[in-house]
T-cell receptor, first 112, second 113 residues
Framework: DADVTQTPRNRITKTGKRIMLECSQT?????MYWYRQDPGLGLRLIYY???????NKGEISDGYSVSRQAQAKFSLSLESAIPNQTALYFC???????????FGPGTRLTVL | QKEVEQNSGPLSVPEGAIASLNCTYS??????FFWYRQYSGKSPELIMS????GDKEDGRFTAQLNKASQYVSLLIRDSQPSDSATYLC?????????????FGTGTRLQVFP
C-alpha cells in the first residue's frame, strides 16, 4: 500500500461548488503539506501543519482552507471553486529523522 | 526575491554528457536541501538530500552545496534519455521547529540520443 494517498485522483467541478481533497498517510509523520502545481510555476505551498493543533498558511492560501483531523489525515477544501484553481494538487509529509518530503500521487482538479 | 530560484530551462544535453542544474535560495539559515525529479503528470521523487557544504555523491548524481553563496547544484553524469524530466530544488526555510519545505519552479532537462 502507498504511504501517502490522495482522494480523489481526478475531479471536475463547476465554479462556485465546494470541494474537498483528502490526504492520508501511514508513515507516522507529524508534518503534512498541501501544494498546487501549475505549468511553469513549480510547487507552491498552500498550507502546512506540524501537528493536529498547528496549521500554518503557505504562499497561496487565499481561497483554500484545511483541516487536520488526525495525525494521519489532512484535508484541503475549496469553499467556492473558481477556474484559476484548476491545477494539480499534491499532499506531502515529512518527519522523524528523515526530513525529506514524501509525496502522494496528486489530484488533478478542473474547475469549469 | 523568490525564496528558491531555478532556471526553468529547458536544458538540453546529449546522451553521455554531464548535466548541471543550479539553484539559489534566500534564507541564510537554511540547513536542509533536496533535489527531486518529476516526470510529467507524476509526483516528485527524491533524488538527493544534502546538509553540509561540499559534494555528496550517489551513483551518477552529485549534489553540491555552498552555504556562503546560498547555492546548491545537481550534477548528472553520463546522462541518459530516461533522465529527461523536471528537476525541482527544495529548501527547508525558516526556524528549525517551524520550517517549511519550499520548492523552486523546476528545471526541465532534455537528454537527446
Amino acid at each position: 500500500d502507498a504511504d501517502v494517498t490522495q482522494t480523489p485522483r481526478n475531479r471536475i467541478t463547476k465554479t462556485g461548488k465546494r470541494i474537498m481533497l483528502e490526504c492520508s498517510q501511514t508513515k507516522g509523520h507529524d508534518r503534512m503539506y498541501w501544494y498546487r502545481q501549475d505549468p511553469g510555476l513549480g510547487l507552491r505551498l498552500i498550507y502546512y501543519s506540524f501537528d493536529v493543533k498547528d496549521i500554518n498558511k503557505g504562499e497561496i492560501s487565499d481561497g483554500y482552507s484545511v483541516s487536520r483531523q488526525a495525525q494521519a489525515k489532512f484535508s484541503l477544501s475549496l469553499e467556492s471553486a473558481i477556474p484559476n484553481q484548476t491545477a494539480l494538487y499534491f499532499c506531502a509529509t515529512s518527519g522523524g529523522r528523515d526530513d525529506r518530503g514524501f509525496f502522494g500521487p496528486g489530484t488533478r482538479l478542473t474547475v469549469l | 526575491q523568490k525564496e528558491v530560484e531555478q532556471n526553468s530551462g529547458p536544458l538540453s544535453v546529449p546522451e553521455g554528457a554531464i548535466a548541471s542544474l543550479n539553484c539559489t535560495y534566500s534564507d541564510r539559515g537554511s540547513q536542509s536541501f533536496f533535489w527531486y525529479r518529476q516526470y510529467s503528470g507524476k509526483s516528485p521523487e527524491l533524488i538527493m538530500s544534502i546538509y553540509s557544504n561540499g559534494d555528496k555523491e550517489d551513483g551518477r548524481f552529485t549534489a553540491q552545496l555552498n552555504k556562503a553563496s546560498q547555492y546548491v547544484s545537481l550534477l548528472i553524469r553520463d546522462s541518459q534519455p530516461s533522465d529527461s524530466a523536471t528537476y525541482l530544488c527544495a529548501v527547508k526555510i525558516g526556524p528549525r521547529n517551524t520550517d517549511k519545505l519550499i520548492f523552486g519552479t523546476g528545471t526541465r532537462l532534455q537528454v537527446f540520443p
